[in-house]
C-alpha cells in the first residue's frame, strides 16, 4: 500500500485517541464496570478484521488461522454486547424517575417499610 | 454509488454509533440505550463485511460465527452476576487472541521479504500486543474464578527477568523488521504470550479488576494494529477508541481504589502482609462472637443500622435475604441505609448491580462519601461479608499493603456487626483490626444463613 493511506490511518489513529479520551471524561464510579464491558465488546469489531482473514484464505494454515479468529472474535463481540446488556438491566430497575406500575412497586417499600 | 464507497460509508456510521455508544454508557439513564447503539453499530459493520469484493468461504465464516455465538450466549447469560468481572477478561482474552491471529496470518501470508517495514511493525504491534492481553487475560481469569491462588504470585528478581523478556521482545521485533527471519516472529509470539502470563502474576487480590480494564485497553490497541494491517478504518477507529477511553478508565478505577497504577501492577499487593499481620492476628487474640438471636436484638432496637454489603454477601446469594432484614427493620422504624465502597464486590459498581437486582431502592444505597458522615450516628454498622473495605489499617497503618484507601468509617458506629464465614482475611489477604474492637460483634457462617436466622429471630421478638 502507499505512502498516503498509512498516513491517514495514522490520522485516523491519533483523532479517535483524543475522542475516546475526551467522551469518557466524567464517569461515575458505579458505572465503571459496565463501560469497561461495553468497551470490551466495542472492541470485538476485531471480527470484521477475522472475516476478511478467512474470507480470504487460501491453503489450509490460513484457514485454520482464520476460522479459530472468527470464532474468538464473535465469543468476544457477542458475549461482549450481552454481558453489558444484563449488568444494564439492573440499573434500569434502579432507576425510579419513571413513574410506571412497575417501578412504583419498588419504590413503595422505601417510604413506609414495605409489608413483609 | 460503488460498493466500495457503500462500505465506507458504512464504516463511518459504525465508528459514530461506537463513539455515541462510549459516551451514552457514561451516563446512568443513556447506559442501556449506548449499549444497543453500540451492538447496533456493530451489526452494521459486520454486515456490511459480508458484500466485500473477493470474500470467499462463506460458509465457513457463518459457521465459525455460528460456533462462537453459540457458546458466548449461553456463557453470558447464564453467569451469576458475582462472576462478571472474570467473564469480561474471558471475553477480552479472546478478541486480543483474534487480534493476533488476524496480524499473523496477514503476515504469514505475504511473499517472504515482500512487507514494508512500517507493514512488519504493525504484525509485530497486534501480534505482541493482542497475545499479551490474550495470555493476561487467562491468568486474571484463573486468579478471579479461583482456578489458581488470587493472591499475588512472585520469585526473586520478578521485575528483572519480565524486563528481560520485554527487551528480547523488542529486540527480536527489530530483528524481524530489517532481517528476513520470519520465524523470529514465532518466537516473538511465545515471548509475549509469556510476558502477558508474568505481568499479570504479581497483581493480585483486588486489584484484579483494575488490571483487566487495562488488559481491556491494550485488547483495543491490539484490534488497532490490526486495522492498520488490514487497512480497516473501523478496526483502527474502534480499537482506538477502546484503547484510550480504556487507558483513562483504568486510571479512574485505580484512582478510586486511593492508588496509582504503577503501585498496583508492580507493588506485588500483598508481599508484605506476612510481614506486618501474620505475626499478630491469627488464633492468640480474642475475639466476640455472638448468635443470631444477639445480633436480632442489637439490630431491632436501634435507631439507624447502615449495611455494608461486601463480596461474602454477593457469594451467598444473600441480596434477597439482606432486603428481607432491611423491610423487616424498617417496620419496626429502624432507619436503613447501604453504604457501598467503590470497589465493593469485586469491582467497582459491582455491588450497585447486585443490590438492585435485589430491588433495593435506590435512594437507601449511599456511595462512600455520602455514607461515611452517617456512621458516627449510627447505632449499628452491619458488615456483611466485606473486609477490606472496612479494615481502618488503610488509614493508620503506614505499613499495610491498602494504606491509603479510602474505607468506609464502620469504625465510627456504636456497634459493629460482622457477618464472616470465618477468621480467614478478606480478599487482600490482611488482617483486620476491626474484628478485634471490643464493640465488634461476630456472626460466624454463610452470609445467607446467619441473615435468614437473624430475621426469623427478628421476627420472633
Known amino acids: ?116 | 454509488m460503488s460498493l466500495g464507497t457503500g462500505i465506507r460509508l458504512a464504516d463511518l456510521i459504525a465508528a459514530i454509533c461506537f463513539v455515541l455508544a462510549l459516551r451514552g454508557l457514561t451516563g446512568p439513564k443513556t447506559a442501556r440505550y449506548g449499549n444497543l447503539l453500540g451492538a447496533g453499530g456493530m451489526t452494521l459493520a459486520i454486515a456490511i463485511t459480508f458484500a466485500t469484493n473477493g470474500l470467499t468461504h462463506f460458509l465457513l465464516i457463518v459457521g465459525a460465527m455460528a460456533i462462537g455465538t453459540v457458546i458466548a450466549v449461553p456463557a453470558a447469560r447464564l453467569v451469576k452476576m458475582t462472576a462478571m468481572p472474570q467473564m469480561v477478561a474471558a471475553f477480552n482474552g479472546v478478541g486480543g487472541g483474534a487480534a493476533a491471529l488476524i496480524a499473523l496470518a496477514t503476515f504469514l501470508r505475504a511473499p517472504a521479504g515482500s512487507l514494508a517495514v512500517y507493514e512488519v511493525v504493525e504484525v509485530l504491534l497486534g501480534v505482541v500486543i493482542g497475545c499479551v492481553s490474550f495470555s493476561g487475560s487467562c491468568i486474571a481469569f484463573a486468579k478471579l474464578q479461583e482456578i489458581m491462588t488470587g493472591r499475588p504470585v512472585t520469585y526473586p528478581g520478578q521485575q528483572v527477568w519480565n524486563g528481560i523478556v520485554g527487551v528480547a521482545i523488542l529486540g527480536l521485533g527489530v530483528t524481524v523488521c530489517v532481517s528476513s527471519f520470519n520465524w523470529l516472529v514465532a518466537i516473538v509470539l511465545v515471548l509475549a504470550l509469556a510476558f502477558g502470563v508474568a505481568f499479570v502474576l504479581p497483581v493480585g487480590g483486588a486489584d484484579v479488576p483494575v488490571l483487566i480494564s487495562l488488559l481491556n485497553s491494550f485488547t483495543g490497541l491490539a484490534v488497532a494494529a490490526s486495522g492498520f494491517v488490514l487497512h480497516s478504518v473501523v478496526l483502527v477507529v474502534a480499537g482506538t477508541l477502546v484503547g484510550a477511553s480504556g487507558t483513562l478508565l483504568t486510571q479512574m478505577m485505580s484512582r478510586a481504589m486511593g492508588r496509582s497504577l504503577p503501585n498496583i501492577l508492580f507493588s506485588a499487593f500483598g508481599s508484605v502482609i506476612t510481614a506486618t499481620g501474620g505475626a499478630e492476628g491469627d488464633t492468640t487474640r480474642s475475639v466476640r462472637s455472638a448468635s443470631a438471636e444477639d445480633v436480632a436484638i442489637l439490630l431491632a432496637y436501634a435507631n439507624k443500622v447502615i449495611v455494608v454489603p461486601g463480596y461474602g454477601l454477593a457469594v451467598a446469594q444473600a441480596q434477597h435475604t439482606i432486603r428481607e432484614l432491611a423491610d423487616l427493620l424498617e417496620s419496626r422504624g429502624v432507619q436503613v441505609i447501604y453504604a457501598i465502597h467503590p470497589v465493593a464486590g469485586r469491582m467497582p459498581g459491582h455491588m450497585n448491580v447486585l443490590l438492585a437486582e435485589a430491588n433495593v431502592p435506590y435512594e437507601q444505597l449511599k456511595e462512600m462519601d455520602e455514607a461515611n458522615p452517617e456512621f458516627q450516628s449510627a447505632d449499628v454498622a452491619l458488615v456483611v461479608g466485606a473486609n477490606d473495605v472496612v479494615n481502618p489499617a488503610a488509614k493508620n497503618n503506614p505499613d499495610s499493603p491498602i494504606y491509603g484507601m479510602p474505607i468506609l468509617a464502620v469504625d465510627e458506629a456504636r456497634n459493629i456487626v460482622f457477618m464472616k464465614r470465618s477468621m480467614r482475611p478478606g480478599f487482600a489477604g490482611i488482617d483486620n483490626e476491626l474484628l478485634f474492637d471490643p464493640k465488634t460483634t461476630l456472626l460466624f457462617g454463610d452470609a445467607k444463613d446467619s441473615l435468614t436466622k437473624v430475621v426469623a429471630a427478628i421476627k420472633a421478638l
Do not use: C, W
Open chain 1, 1 to 116: 500500500m502507499n505512502g498516503g493511506d498509512i498516513l491517514s490511518l495514522i490520522t485516523v489513529f491519533v483523532l479517535a485517541a483524543f475522542v475516546g479520551f475526551e467522551v469518557i471524561a466524567k464517569v461515575p464510579s458505579t458505572l465503571h464496570t459496565p463501560l469497561m464491558s461495553g468497551t470490551n465488546a466495542i472492541h470485538g469489531v476485531v471480527l470484521v478484521g477475522a472475516m476478511l482473514v478467512l474470507g480470504t484464505a487460501s491453503g489450509t494454515s490460513q484457514m485454520v488461522l482464520g476460522f479459530v479468529a472468527v470464532v474468538l472474535a464473535t465469543l468476544n463481540v457477542v458475549g461482549g454486547f450481552v454481558v453489558t446488556d444484563r449488568m444494564l438491566e439492573m440499573f434500569k430497575v434502579r432507576k425510579p424517575p419513571k413513574v410506571s406500575a412497575e417501578s412504583v412497586s419498588a419504590v413503595a417499600p422505601s417510604t413506609e417499610g414495605g409489608p413483609k
